[in-house]
Nanobody
Framework: VQLQASGGGLVQAGGSLRLSCAAS????????VTWYRQAPGKQRELVAS???????NYANSLKGRFTISRDDAKNTVYLQMNSLKPEDTAVYLC?????????????WGQGAQVTVSS
C-alpha cells in the first residue's frame, strides 16, 4: 500500500481546506486510514480515522470542525477541515494499517503542510 497526500496550503483563520489521501497497491487490505498532524515543537497527534466498515473516530478537540470521509471508487480518504484556527497549523500526514497474508503493516504517506494565518 502506498499513500499520497495532497490539498494542503495557506488559508486564513475561519477558512476551510480539504486534504486527500489517495491509496494505491493492495487497497483491499486496508483496515483503517488515519490522519495525524504534527506542529512545530509538538508531538504528533491523531486527528481522525476511518475504518473498513466506515466507522470514524476523531480527536475530541476537533469534533464538529473536521470530517473524515472516503470514496472507495477513488481509493481516497478525505479530511474536510472547517473553521480553521491558527493552532491547526501543522504538517498533516495520512497513514494506513493493512493486513496481507496475516501480517500487519503500517504505512505513512508524505505530509501536507497546512498553514492558517490569523
Amino acid at each position: 500500500v502506498q499513500l499520497q497526500a495532497s490539498g494542503g496550503g495557506l488559508v486564513q483563520a475561519g477558512g476551510s481546506l480539504r486534504l486527500s489521501c489517495a491509496a494505491s497497491g493492495s487497497t483491499f487490505s486496508i483496515n483503517a486510514v488515519t490522519w495525524y498532524r504534527q506542529a512545530p515543537g509538538k508531538q504528533r497527534e491523531l486527528v481522525a480515522s476511518i475504518g473498513r466498515a466506515g466507522t470514524t473516530n476523531y480527536a475530541n478537540s476537533l469534533k464538529g470542525r473536521f470530517t473524515i470521509s472516503r470514496d472507495d471508487a477513488k481509493n481516497t480518504v478525505y479530511l474536510q477541515m472547517n473553521s480553521l484556527k491558527p493552532e491547526d497549523t501543522a504538517v498533516y500526514l495520512c497513514a494506513a494499517d493493512w493486513t496481507d497474508y496475516s501480517t500487519d503493516y503500517f504505512t505513512w504517506g508524505q505530509g501536507a503542510q497546512v498553514t492558517v494565518s490569523s
